[in-house]
């Protein structure tokens, strides 16, 4: 009975939740008297968790919040429109630009010279806000305000009056089917575009008979393996390798009792893992979260990373050597030999941690850089977990299973080989550090082809050192090349064959993470892209009704950075081009468009009226009215009476799942 209650319940939940509108933003406006003829408008954002706010005068990207004025009487503006707040400055590479915004709160303020008797002053502040998977269409909030200078009294009712003014309302489930059926009011010469009784009519409870499986966060397994990764590379290095067998031996004799020695071998390894672990959530707490999200992105930072890595590449490649002060150490050492107990051990951790420096270094540099872009403390601590698990797990192994230590491999020529093998490594991701300052500099010193053309390069190169063709300082003479060095070598080398065709502009799936973006290739020769045959939605599913084929309707916005994404990584596929191509009417609606429409429109909608100013906003509230959302991507499947054929899909790369989600459209376009 629990059992059949609970999952009532979770329908339930799952139903309501189906046709949520997301409504993250909540604006207070107010108008503040500076003098007898100075005015401020302010508008203040209080913003949920995991949203954030565009500042203004971004140019061509993302929503800039802007000031706009449909009626103006007796007053003039003074100055643009400011942005007061903690303001963070960012590079986003889908943007290829500098962002700014607001996280948690934003003030926006409008100053106004009164010019003498009655006044007037009527608009709305457009901002747009955004999250790591959505962004929302652009969303005015209205104002009006109205006095007479240079009379301080009405100034002041006025403010009274607006004081907990709501933000825009957006369409609930109910007040959408409302505003579907007759309560919008508009222009004769546009009524028609708004009041398609097929194509407009609310269709959210019947989104609502299928179901949907969201894709789950693999975010922190991802960072914990990827410290795994990083650490078991830093104990195949010079600096840690031959360590372990003097360790290993060091507890077995500390102590006769033999029980006793893999206690402390355990508690050196427990040690280990404590001492990185401190490491990462100091580096989180010191910066903060977001200051290292930020820092991440910032372009004198990956200048100056960039250059550190290549510095530690060149000490790889037996240039120098790099080593911390031997005094650091020895004082650290001479302690752990003049203490007893758990001091001692974590002692000796913390020396194995100095004297690995210069290998680990680099691998925990780049981990910690990586996992901050997620804006979580939680995020470094996890990687260096990872990291410290699989640099300590030897060592207790070893402590617990003795006769292992003769079948380990005695250090030589083998770990220079990985050491400079990492040197090449380094080099690589360098040239990733480099290209993020390039980006945000607008260098264009390394587009994509240059980008590819410099990794090629190097990965030819190590597959010609491990081949034994590349001499450096400190290898050995010795010719002949293993039988695991050679299938190194034929990895390495088909890794540059493989990026070849991107010199003119194949996608390369597996280094797309790493390249510059695809609109930086002056060369292209792919043509397999997806482009919608219509971008109005009344003249889409005309078509669509003529020529007897299903519509897919694609929610998205010219600054909406998920789209993208959507449509390079999955839309580029050729079974989904193909679907949409032969098979769907593809009706693209940008809801951030900024073209006036021939005549505002006026709708009501959750019991507010609203005016609708541009082709974008008209596709908002289509989104929203209709389907009961309003976040972008957004893809929906119809009929050729407007009705859903399947569940919405919103941001997966899961090509499989789109497919199917096609795929099932079609299978039930057949059957109607």
């Known amino acids: 009975m629990k059992k059949s209650v609970f999952s009532i319940l979770m329908l339930l939940w799952a139903v309501v939740s189906q046709a949520q509108i997301q409504d993250p933003v909540q604006f207070a406006t107010a108008l503040k008297k500076l003098s007898a003829t100075e005015l401020e408008v302010v508008f203040t954002a209080t913003i949920d968790a995991g949203w954030h706010v565009y500042s203004t005068d971004l140019g061509d990207g993302p929503t800039s919040a802007t000031f706009q004025i449909t009626e103006m009487k007796g007053a003039e503006l003074d100055g643009k429109l400011k942005a007061v707040g903690k303001e ?10 500098q962002v700014r915004y607001f996280e948690r709160t934003a003030q926006f303020v409008q100053k106004l010279k009164l010019t003498g008797g009655a006044w007037k002053v009527e608009g709305y502040l457009e901002y747009g806000a955004c999250n790591d998977e959505n962004c929302l269409p652009p969303t005015p909030i209205d104002f009006s305000y109205s006095g007479e200078a240079p ?7 006025s403010e009274a009056d607006t004081q907990t003014a709501a933000s825009a309302a957006e369409a609930s489930p109910a007040a959408a089917s409302g505003a579907g059926d007759g309560t919008a009011t508009e222009p004769a010469a546009t009524a028609d575009a708004v009041q398609t009784a097929d194509y407009w009519q609310p269709v959210i409870d019947q989104m609502q008979g299928y179901s949907e499986e969201k894709p789950g966060d693999l975010s922190w397994i991802y960072i914990f393996i990827t410290g795994f990764a990083g650490g078991l590379v830093a104990l195949f290095t010079p600096c840690v390798w031959p360590i372990i067998p003097m360790t290993v031996s060091f507890f077995m004799k500390r102590s006769k009792d033999k029980k006793k020695g893999i206690r402390d071998a355990w508690l050196y390894g427990i040690s280990i893992v404590v001492i990185y672990v401190v490491l990462g959530l100091a580096v989180t707490l ?12 910032n372009a004198v930072f990956n200048i100056l990373f960039c250059l550190l890595l290549v510095v530690f590449a060149a000490s790889f490649f037996g240039a120098f050597e790099i080593t911390l002060p031997s005094r650091w150490s020895n004082a650290v050492d001479s302690k752990a030999e003049a203490t007893t107990g758990l001091l001692s051990i974590f002692l000796m951790a913390f020396v194995l941690c100095l004297v690995s420096f210069s290998c680990t270094g680099p691998i925990i540099g780049f981990l910690l850089v990586q996992v901050s872009t997620m804006g979580n403390v939680a995020g470094p601590a996890i990687g260096m977990l990872g990291f410290a698990i699989a640099l300590a797990l030897p060592f207790t192994l070893f402590a617990m299973f003795p006769s292992w230590l003769k079948a380990m491999p005695k250090s030589g020529g083998w770990m220079n080989v990985i050491k400079v093998t990492l040197g090449f490594i380094e080099l690589a991701f360098a040239l990733k550090f480099l290209s993020v300052a390039d980006l945000a500099y607008g260098w264009r010193i390394l587009d994509r082809e240059t980008f590819l053309a410099i990794w090629i390069v190097l990965f030819a190169l190590l597959g010609f050192y491990l081949l034994g063709k590349i001499k450096f300082p400190h290898d050995d003479d010795d010719t002949k090349v293993s039988v695991p060095r050679f299938f190194l070598a034929f990895a390495s080398l088909a890794f540059a064959v493989y990026m070849v065709p991107g010199l003119w502009g194949a996608p390369l799936k597996a280094v797309s993470a790493f390249t510059p973006p695809m609109n930086t290739q002056d060369f292209n020769l792919y043509a397999n892209e997806v482009h919608p045959k219509f971008k109005d939605y009344d003249e889409g599913m005309a078509y669509a009704r003529r020529t007897g084929k299903p519509v897919l309707v694609d929610f998205t916005g010219f600054g909406c950075v ?8 999955v839309w580029i596929d050729q079974r989904v081009s193909s679907l949409i191509n032969d098979d769907y009417v593809l009706i693209s609606l940008y809801v951030d468009d900024k073209t006036p429409l021939p005549e505002p ?3 009501t909608e959750n019991g507010k009226e609203r005016t609708l100013r541009t082709i974008g906003d008209k596709w908002s509230y289509l989104q929203r009215v209709k389907f009961g959302y309003n976040a972008q991507p957004y893809y929906v499947l119809l009929d050729n009476d407007g009705n859903p054929l399947n569940n919405s899909y919103s941001f997966d790369e899961d090509v499989p799942k789109y497919i199917e989600f096609l795929e099932t459209g079609l299978k039930n376009y057949k059957k109607r």
């Open 151 to 157: 009379v301080a009294k009405s100034v002041d009712k």
């Open 88 to 97: 963070i400055a960012v590079h986003d590479e889908m943007f290829n630009m």
């Open 286 to 297: 010191a910066f903060g979260a977001s200051a290292l999200n930020a820092l991440s992105t």
């Open 601 to 603: 429109i006026k709708v």
């Open 562 to 569: 998920n789209c993208r994404k959507m449509e390079l990584a």
